[in-house]
């Protein structure tokens, strides 16, 4: 367990700004939002989709990072506001993944996984496609052997929404999924995560949106745990203010039921351990 202990503290890990190319606000909204609604800290983690990288990518994270730096200086004192990034399909491109992250130093990545390389996006993807049995489970077992070698690289700080397929498969095609197929690599990235001193994410949007969990499922979160895992940061994945915190303790409430004590939020990519209430 790493950095110090904090009690009795909402400190939100994974949030967007109009600076990713679906966010709604600027990062000065979201953060006089969070001063006003009691929430003690955000991370601003701006969408950065590496097999899709040009400039646009590198203009909006300078702007993102840019403006964090003046919301640090106006909220000082009253909000903790930290530099991230939400790093995508790394491997696909690893030599531009390895660039961002000299070129762009911050206080935390999430490295996450929105398609397998060359497939698109699961949010693009129809439900035809998702009812062929055959293509849903080579999309799915790509998807997880991809991630399973994402976390193996390890250059990053937490793993981001595991289950994300399963925000559009089950949640708005109704399609569901018997996620039994893929535990056995899900359970050996988990192993690799704890033993590397990579955390994971509780992603809480999926209560906010028609999937109603969160991301990922609670054997995900118990079996990281199991394996020694203490590094897990709650997000909402909000891409504007008025769901930043939301269903923060629905996450908090499933840490201790999967047995941890504490959550975390990270500075200069060193987890500081927040007691949960």
Not at 73 to 97: C, D, F, S, T, W
Not at 143 to 166: A, Q, S
Request: proline share 3%.
């Amino acid at each position: 367990m790493g950095g110090s202990i904090l009690s009795n503290y909402i400190f939100d890990s994974h949030v967007h700004s109009r600076n990713s190319f679906d966010g709604e606000e600027s990062v000065d909204t979201l953060c006089s939002f969070a001063v006003n609604n009691n929430i003690d800290g955000i991370c601003i983690t701006d969408h950065c989709e590496i097999n899709e990288y040009d400039e646009s990518f590198e203009n909006s994270i300078r702007k993102s990072h840019s403006d964090v730096e003046c919301a640090q200086k106006k909220y000082e004192g009253r909000l903790i506001v930290r530099k991230g990034i939400e790093l995508a399909q790394p491997l696909q491109n690893m030599e531009i993944a390895e660039k961002v992250l000299k070129k762009f130093p911050c206080d935390f990545i999430i490295g996450s996984m929105h398609n397998p390389k060359d497939e698109q996006d699961y949010y693009y993807i129809t439900k035809e496609e998702y009812m062929d049995k055959q293509r849903l489970d080579y999309l799915l077992t790509r998807y997880y052997e991809e991630y399973y070698e994402m976390t193996r690289w390890g250059k990053f700080d937490v793993i981001g929404h595991i289950t994300y397929p399963l925000r559009y498969i089950e949640g708005v095609h109704k399609i569901k999924v018997d996620m039994t197929k893929y535990n056995e690599i899900i359970f050996e990235m988990l192993k690799v995560a704890a033993q590397s001193g990579i955390g994971i994410e509780v992603n809480v949007s999926g209560f906010r949106q028609p999937y109603n969990k969160q991301f990922p499922n609670f054997e995900h979160i118990k079996a990281y745990r199991d394996f020694g895992g203490e590094i897990v940061t709650i997000g909402t994945d909000s891409h504007n203010s008025i769901t930043l915190g939301s269903y923060f303790e629905k996450g908090e409430e499933l840490l201790k039921q999967a047995g941890f004590k504490y959550y975390s939020s990270f500075k200069e990519h060193k987890p500081e351990m927040i007691k949960l209430k």
